[in-house]
């Protein structure tokens, strides 16, 4: 087996020195953590042995919102073989410059697609927890749940559930509508 430093008695330790009091968890600064998505370290046993666990938290609408946009850019891409996805660019004041023709029938048709895709609940999400003993650093845990946003006490109740091994996951399929007023 390859060395991995979440395993490494010392780097635990540390980890336990830099959890903030009152909580179980390191939150890792990340441009990525928002309301929906949330990456930290904390401890806990893999096969018996103690580690540093990698993990992110995410609720399904935001894997939803993803998965539908990652199948509508697969279907954008049958129909414009030359799409590889838009970029916005910025004019000299900062302000987004607007798309060429092409770009704006591209991105009316990608948000048809979503649309569509979000009408038919093409696309359905459930609660889960994959593990990845194969990360660099601990075990990365994978975690979507049907949540309205990741707080902390989802958070703390997340670890004390998946370390007690009480963790129960609903098993219902959810498919999301997207809510312009969001």
């Given amino acids: 087996m390859r060395n991995n430093d979440g395993f490494n008695l010392q780097e635990i ?3 336990k020195n830099e959890i903030p009091g009152g909580q179980s968890y390191l939150m890792i600064d990340s441009d990525d953590n928002s309301e929906d998505y949330k990456n930290f370290h904390f401890i806990g046993e893999y ?3 103690q580690v540093v666990f990698d993990a992110a938290i995410y609720t399904l609408r935001l894997q939803h919102s993803s998965e539908v946009h990652e199948l509508a850019e697969h279907r954008v891409a049958q129909k414009y073989p030359e799409y590889q996805s ?3 660019e910025e004019d000299e004041n ?3 410059a607007p798309l060429g023709d092409k770009e704006e029938e591209i991105g009316l048709y990608l948000t048809e697609v979503m649309d ?4 038919e609940e ?3 999400v459930v609660e889960h927890v994959d593990v990845d003993p194969n990360i660099d650093f601990g075990i990365g845990l994978d975690v ?3 949540v309205d946003t990741v707080s902390h006490e989802v958070i703390e109740k997340f670890i004390a559930d998946y370390n007690s ?3 129960k996951l609903d098993a219902t399929h959810y498919s999301f509508q997207f809510d312009p007023m969001d």
């Fill in 165 to 167: 091994g009480s963790l």
């Fill in 144 to 146: 979507g749940l049907h």
């Fill in 13 to 15: 330790e540390n980890l």
């Fill in 122 to 124: 093409a696309v359905k």
């Fill in 47 to 49: 096969e018996g042995k």
């Fill in 94 to 96: 900062g302000d987004i």
């Fill in 86 to 88: 838009i970029s916005y």
């Fill in 116 to 119: 569509e895709l979000e009408e």
